[in-house]
């Protein structure tokens, strides 16, 4: 059964492989006509709109978890709310990062 599970992995990711290949071709065409500027813009705030809407749900349900600890014990407020503060940046450091790959690939520097 592992045998068919990794031949199953290797053969789900040699086509992850090519699709990229693929992808990098037809941006590259795309980006040489230079027509689809808006459809590229459009690509970018579906980007950020994913990468806001994700964060601020990550960031509702650590904060949400966080203070029902709190509630259920108060005394652990100190344990629980520097861990927290912790995951909330590193949650906004992946929206800034979506951000910044948008803006990215409006100004064509990738």
């Known amino acids: 059964m592992k045998k068919y599970t990794i031949a199953l992995a290797t053969l789900l990711a040699s086509a992850s492989v090519f699709a990229e290949e693929a992808a990098t071709q037809a941006t590259a065409a795309v980006a040489s006509t230079g ?15 994913i990468a806001v809407f994700g964060g601020t749900f990550a960031q509702g349900k650590a904060a949400s978890a966080a203070l029902e600890g709190i509630a259920r014990n108060p005394v652990a407020q100190d344990k629980i709310f520097t861990p927290m503060l912790l995951a909330l940046a590193l949650i906004e450091s992946l929206v800034i990062l979506g951000f910044l790959v948008a803006f990215v690939k409006i100004g064509g520097l990738l």
């Open 35 to 49: 027509s689809d500027k808006g459809m590229l813009a459009i690509a970018a705030g579906i980007c950020m709109g």
